[in-house]
């Protein structure tokens, strides 16, 4: 038994903001799936998005915990348990990204729908080290129209690799900025380095 919801996702003095909102309608917004079954889900548009924009929202699929003892599963979130009698019931959440362009808004190069792949269509990225007290935390900024995932990101100082990250860090949306913890050996005049979105060879970020 599941329960679906879509929430505006926004981003604000470094951290995710989710809030509710009616652009994105989910159908059905609860469900019951069997075993060895699967369930459809449907996401519905109300309002279009602006020209050259691009809205971003959050999928939330959670577990509706059953009767005592009935069903387990791992939680993908804050591992939220409760006593199920003769065992554990686990409370399972899924937080899936959903990213809805405007014309002219795109997070990937394909020429053959947009020639001009170097048109304002891109994150456009920057980024400092901030070291407050004793916390010291990447910040990066996207003054871009669309979002950038960053992944398989390195740090290089003084020619020598002294923080990687090999999956994903995070997303930053448009307009925004977020805050990564990072290690004390990351200092500033290095050189960051992730792949963006789709971008099958990593780029350098430039220093702010």
Known sequence: RIQIRALRWTQANGTDELVAQDHIVVSPPAAEIQPGQRQLLRLIRTVAVPTGKEEAYRILIDEIPGPAGAGAAQDG?????????????????????????????????DARKHPDSKAAGQPVLTYSV??????????????????????????????????????????????????????????????LKAHVNSDRESRAIAAR
């Open 130 to 191: 901030q070291n407050r007290q004793g916390q010291r935390r990447l910040v990066v900024r996207n003054s871009g129209p669309v979002h950038a995932r960053l992944s398989q990101v390195d740090y290089t100082l003084a020619g020598r690799k002294v923080w990687t990250v090999p999956g994903l860090l995070g997303y930053v949306l448009p307009g925004a900025e977020m805050l990564f913890e990072i290690p004390a050996a990351v200092q500033a005049g290095g050189v």
């Open 77 to 109: 979130g804050a591992g939220v348990q409760a006593d199920g009698g003769a065992g554990l019931a686990f409370q399972l959440r899924y937080s899936v990204p959903l990213f809805v362009s405007g014309a002219g808004a795109w997070t990937r190069e």
